[in-house]
T-cell receptor
């Protein structure tokens, strides 16, 4: 069990640029979740996959946000035309089909200049 | 819509004290409740998971209880140590829908000083 891996750990970019984050889940987990966490808050759910199917995406923050999990293994989260308000920690978690417990990665810290 | 509240928001105690962290939720139709620990700049580490049919779970110096009818859970930390310093988050997963998408509280920031 190598744990959930997220890359990069930190991303600094200028407003208006596109960014992409990668998440590698625990290998036998078929569920993968994305969250956003801002300072002093708990994680806020964005979207999740079961295998390659994206089962919930209505809570993505805007149409600038999209996620993929093309082969049911790793996943990417893309933010287009970044804004100052997108600065946050983006967390990925994986689990078995039962959804619990969720195992989290260390996140990607996004800073928008 | 489920709402999760954690009290206190912050806590500073001397080493050796026994602690109680509180979590309350508004919708009692839950699948389970999970307590996490988060160190600064890191992801979440699962501490204890309580299924809706259970009343408590224990792991080492940690004990979590669940009273679903009153919408409350407590995390008890015995004989606190400086290494326990972290933010503790409570998350509740819904019973219906099959998504098990958790709702998190804002956390309790704990400092244990030597």
């Amino acid at each position: 069990d190598t744990g959930v891996s997220q890359n990069p750990r930190h991303k600094i970019t200028k407003r208006g640029q596109n960014v992409t984050f990668r998440c590698d889940p625990i290998s036998e987990h078929n569920r993968l979740y994305w969250y956003r966490q801002t300072l002093g808050q708990g994680p806020e759910f964005l979207t999740y996959f079961q295998n390659e199917a994206q089962l919930e995406k209505s809570r993505l923050l805007s149409d600038r946000f999209s996620a993929e999990r093309p082969k049911g293994s790793f996943s990417t989260l893309e933010i287009q035309r970044t804004e100052q308000g997108d600065s946050a920690m983006y967390l990925c978690a994986s689990s078995h089909t039962t959804g619990q417990p969720q195992h989290f990665g260390d996140g990607t810290r996004l800073s928008i200049l | 819509k489920q709402e999760v509240t954690q009290i206190p928001a912050a806590l500073s105690v001397p080493e050796g004290e026994n602690l109680v962290l509180n979590c309350s939720f508004t919708d009692s139709a839950i699948y389970n409740l999970q307590w996490f620990r988060q160190d600064p700049g890191k992801g979440l580490t699962s501490l204890l998971l309580i299924q809706s049919s259970q009343r408590e779970q224990t792991s080492g110096r940690l004990n979590a209880s669940l009273d679903k009818s009153s919408g409350r859970s407590t995390l008890y930390i015995a004989a606190s140590q400086p290494g326990d310093s972290a933010t503790y988050l409570c998350a509740v997963s819904p019973l219906s829908g099959g998504s098990y998408i958790p709702t998190f509280g804002r956390g309790t920031s704990l400092i244990v000083h030597p």
